[in-house]
């Protein structure tokens, strides 16, 4: 879509109102172009007047392709490509017939509101051929859309909500009259009903009706099922049952304002639905698993901290809230994932939870404002775990050797990467010392998390006035 906006917004004085219609279309159109075994491409009148730009294609998922370049911005001048002229004068489509079978190419020009916005350009893959009867269905449909494509009333204008898993032509095509009875089943569609539990032909029946005795759900039958499968309205319904999951999709046919009937794609959605199923019930268990996990590491953490006030050498207590503090930060990363479904977390909030926990932690003699200052975003729990616990070591370092300082912890990301600074206004480092020739196990931790479990890079340094400290994380994201 970003090509078909650059294209348009550049080349051509379309009104937004008349893109979005053309917007929906090409939404839409792989419909079109699986029906009519023909690549797609619509083109736009320049601003100028003096010919067109192509602004958007598709291919066929139904049949071979007949144009194999991309030519999404080509020019053509008026009288270049005479059918699109024809059509643009003739409102209609227009084709250049071959010696048998469907046209090469036709043009279909675009209508909103009696103003042209643009031509369909329509190369088929099946002409200089015969075709079958399954194809003959197919095409005949394309025709009907195509005009509806004339007339404004293709794509429809609020369509109901469709379903997760759309059907495509190819999955089953059913034909309703206007009184929703089946006139044509492709074999694909018949499949799909006979394992939802249909033992005639779909052939002669009433699609909406036996769609809701073949759904078997208690209560009221669903309203958009009704509506979908008797073709009186666009968009998508389920049929669900104890066998089987089939997904619909409805497209109303009109005819000079008149319903002549409907196209209903159908899939049969039973092994996509189960595997989501199966998927939801793995994501359901990995976060149960983090929920025990997290329980587990609070109550740890609540036996070091009672461990903690029973010990009167302040070597052994600092050695216990050390330990509580980053059990605590583990458990902060178990608890956020034990509410996150997969394994993308918001990592802000994992950070948030580390600045309350130093916070409450700090022993100072006044208190400390440990701030957040930017944002995470969206990281894997491969990246969170020892981020949080390297972050946690880094706050409580400030919070220490800074003396009652102020810390901020500031975190962006550009190009790939992820920056997180620690930055507190103490005293800062003594001149001319190496901060890792330390026997403290704090940084020993930091330097290992950072540089061997996530591949990046641990500095420490002046703050950015001089004063202070910063330490400086940088993680790769590509991983």
Same mark, same amino acid.
């Given at each position: 879509?970003?090509r078909?906006?650059?294209?348009?917004?550049?080349?051509?004085?379309?009104?937004?109102a008349?893109?979005?219609? #053309?917007?929906?279309?090409?939404?839409?159109?792989t419909?079109l172009?699986?029906l009519?075994f023909a690549?797609l491409?619509?083109?736009?009148p320049?601003w100028?007047?003096?010919g067109f730009?192509?602004?958007?294609?598709v291919?066929?998922?139904t049949?071979?392709t007949?144009?194999?370049?991309?030519?999404?911005?080509?020019?053509?001048?008026?009288g270049? =490509?005479?059918?699109?002229d024809?059509?643009?004068a003739?409102?209609? @489509?227009?084709a250049d017939?071959?010696?048998?079978?469907?046209a090469?190419?036709?043009? +279909?020009?675009?209508i909103?509101?009696?103003?042209?916005?643009?031509?369909?350009?329509?190369?088929s893959?099946?002409?200089?051929?015969?075709?079958?009867?399954?194809?003959?269905?197919?095409?005949?449909?394309?025709?009907?859309?195509a005009?509806?494509?004339?007339?404004?009333?293709?794509?429809?204008?609020?369509p109901?909500?469709?379903?997760?898993?759309?059907?495509?032509?190819?999955?089953g095509l059913?034909?309703?009259d206007p009184?929703?009875?089946?006139?044509?089943?492709?074999?694909?569609? %018949?499949?799909?009903?006979? &394992?939802?539990? $249909?033992?005639?032909d779909? $052939?002669?029946?009433?699609?909406a009706?036996?769609s809701?005795?073949l759904?078997?759900r208690p209560?009221?039958?669903?309203?958009a099922?009704?509506?979908?499968?008797s073709?009186?309205?666009?968009g998508?319904?389920?049929?669900?049952?104890?066998g089987?999951?089939?997904?619909l =999709?409805?497209?109303?046919?009109r005819?000079?304002?008149v319903?002549v009937?409907?196209?209903?794609l159908?899939r049969d959605?039973?092994?996509?639905r189960?595997?989501?199923?199966?998927i939801?019930?793995?994501?359901?268990?990995?976060?149960e698993i983090?929920h025990?996990?997290k329980n587990n590491?609070?109550?740890?953490?609540a036996l070091l901290?009672?461990?903690a006030?029973?010990?009167?050498?302040?070597?052994? &207590?600092?050695a216990?809230e050390?330990?509580?503090r980053?059990?605590?930060?583990?458990a902060?990363?178990?608890?956020?994932l034990?509410?996150?479904?997969?394994e993308?977390?918001?990592?802000?909030?994992i950070?948030?939870?580390?600045?309350? #926990?130093?916070?409450?932690?700090? @022993?100072t003699?006044?208190?400390?404002?440990?701030?957040?200052?930017?944002?995470?975003?969206i990281?894997?729990?491969?990246?969170?775990?020892p981020?949080?616990m390297?972050?946690g070591?880094? $706050?409580?370092n400030a919070v220490?050797?800074?003396?009652?300082?102020?810390v901020?912890?500031?975190?962006?990301?550009?190009?790939? =990467?992820?920056?997180?600074?620690?930055d507190?206004e103490?005293?800062?480092l003594?001149?001319?010392?190496?901060?890792?020739?330390?026997? &403290?196990?704090?940084l020993? +931790? @930091? %330097?290992?998390?950072?540089?061997?479990?996530?591949?990046?890079?641990?500095e420490l340094?002046p703050?950015p006035?001089g004063?202070g400290? &910063?330490a400086?994380? @940088?993680?790769? #994201?590509?991983?």
């Amino acid at each position: 879509m970003a090509r078909f906006d650059d294209v348009a917004r550049d080349r051509t004085d379309l009104s937004e109102a008349d893109l979005d219609h #053309l917007r929906a279309l090409v939404a839409d159109w792989t419909l079109l172009s699986d029906l009519a075994f023909a690549d797609l491409v619509l083109w736009l009148p320049t601003w100028h007047g003096g010919g067109f730009v192509a602004a958007d294609q598709v291919r066929p998922t139904t049949g071979p392709t007949v144009l194999f370049d991309d030519i999404v911005g080509q020019y053509a001048a008026r009288g270049r =490509r005479p059918l699109l002229d024809r059509a643009v004068a003739a409102r209609a @489509v227009v084709a250049d017939r071959g010696v048998s079978g469907p046209a090469p190419v036709e043009a +279909i020009p675009v209508i909103r509101s009696g103003r042209l916005l643009g031509v369909v350009e329509r190369h088929s893959g099946l002409s200089g051929r015969d075709v079958g009867a399954l194809e003959q269905h197919y095409l005949e449909a394309a025709d009907e859309l195509a005009v509806m494509v004339v007339d404004g009333t293709f794509p429809p204008a609020q369509p109901l909500a469709r379903t997760g898993s759309p059907p495509r032509v190819g999955d089953g095509l059913v034909r309703v009259d206007p009184d929703g009875m089946v006139v044509f089943a492709s074999p694909n569609a %018949r499949s799909a009903y006979h &394992r939802l539990g $249909l033992a005639t032909d779909l $052939l002669g029946v009433h699609l909406a009706r036996t769609s809701a005795k073949l759904a078997r759900r208690p209560g009221p039958v669903d309203e958009a099922l009704a509506v979908v499968a008797s073709g009186r309205a666009a968009g998508g319904a389920e049929v669900e049952n104890a066998g089987a999951v089939v997904t619909l =999709r409805g497209v109303p046919l009109r005819r000079s304002g008149v319903h002549v009937g409907a196209l209903v794609l159908v899939r049969d959605a039973t092994e996509i639905r189960r595997r989501d199923r199966q998927i939801l019930s793995k994501d359901a268990t990995i976060r149960e698993i983090h929920h025990r996990v997290k329980n587990n590491l609070q109550t740890v953490a609540a036996l070091l901290r009672l461990q903690a006030r029973r010990i009167d050498t302040p070597e052994a &207590r600092a050695a216990l809230e050390e330990a509580v503090r980053r059990v605590g930060a583990i458990a902060a990363v178990h608890e956020t994932l034990a509410h996150t479904p997969g394994e993308k977390v918001d990592a802000d909030e994992i950070a948030d939870r580390l600045v309350a #926990l130093v916070r409450d932690m700090a @022993v100072t003699s006044r208190a400390v404002s440990v701030t957040r200052v930017g944002s995470f975003g969206i990281l894997s729990a491969e990246v969170v775990t020892p981020l949080a616990m390297a972050l946690g070591e880094l $706050l409580q370092n400030a919070v220490e050797h800074g003396k009652g300082a102020d810390v901020r912890l500031v975190a962006a990301r550009e190009d790939g =990467r992820l920056s997180v600074s620690v930055d507190d206004e103490g005293p800062g480092l003594p001149e001319g010392a190496d901060p890792f020739a330390t026997h &403290r196990l704090g940084l020993q +931790i @930091v %330097r290992t998390l950072v540089t061997e479990e996530l591949g990046g890079t641990l500095e420490l340094g002046p703050g950015p006035d001089g004063r202070g400290t &910063r330490a400086q994380v @940088v993680v790769p #994201l590509g991983r």
